[in-house]
Every structure is written in C-alpha cells, then in structure tokens.
C-alpha cells in the first residue's frame, strides 16, 4: 500500500484541546485544496493539539471542531491561499469562532524573521499560531466575529 493511501492516526490523547481550561487558544491552519493542516497552542505557548490534517468536507469539518474544543476562548488563524479558505471560515464563523485571515506572504515573512529554512505544511500552521497569538496580544482587530 501506497503511503499517500493511509489514512492519519491519532495516538493516544495527545491531540484533545481540554475542556473547561478558560485559557485563550490559538489555532494555525493551513489551507489546502482537498486536505488543511491544524495545530492549537495556549497562552504560554505549550502544544495542545499537534499538527494534524482535516479534509475538506463535512466529516473534516467534524474532526476539525473536535480538535478545537469550544469556540469560546479560541482564535483561529488562517491563510487567505487562493478561494480554498472561504468554506472554512464561514463554517469557523458559524460556530462562533474568532477567525483571522492572514496574508500568505505575512505568515511567510514571519517565518522568515523567526529564521525557519524549511517550508511545509506543519511549519507554516505552527507559524500561523505564533503569528496570530503575537497579533492577538499587539493588535485585537485582527479577529474577525
């Protein structure tokens, strides 16, 4: 079998956002045509949610929410990459998340200040987190309700 053909697996609990923590949350995604990548941070910066995929559809969707927790509380971040990211902020919004969407090429220069020398998936949602937790704390008009 095929590695692209296998299916992502979580192991063990690692990737739950805790319920009742009261402690802001921030989520990086990575838009893809058919398959986004999600990581959730807290206000200290620990991982709650390692990067993990989700697909474009409803029981990604579902999976997505999952690896979330409740809205309340939470700011998720976003990169505006092509249309592929329209779907998934009127669902965020719809749900009552804090969404940002962020320019492409800012998440790349922030990376780029951080001085990152990869570029993939899992990086760019781990500096779309650092970035939208550094803009949620200088600048709130970055949320979008």
């Avoid at 319920?19 to 990548?37: K, L, N, S, V």
């Avoid at 939208?132 to 008009?141: F, I």
């Amino acid at each position: 079998m095929d590695k692209q053909e296998r299916e992502f697996r979580l192991r063990g609990t690692g990737n739950r956002v805790k319920e009742g923590g009261g402690m802001m949350r921030f989520a990086g995604i990575d838009i893809g045509a058919e398959r986004h990548m999600v990581a959730v941070l807290d206000e200290q910066g620990e991982v709650l949610c390692r990067s993990s995929p989700f697909g474009e559809d409803a029981s990604g969707y579902a999976r997505l929410f999952e690896l979330l927790g409740p809205s309340a509380d939470c700011l998720v971040a976003l990169e505006a990459t092509g249309h592929y990211w329209r779907n998934l902020f009127v669902a965020l919004i719809a749900k009552d998340y804090a969404v940002a969407v962020l320019n492409p090429l800012r998440t790349a220069r922030f990376a780029e200040e951080e001085l990152r020398r990869t570029k993939t998936d899992a990086i760019d949602d781990l500096g779309s987190r650092a970035s939208s937790s550094r803009n949620a704390r200088e600048r709130r008009s970055y949320a979008i309700r």
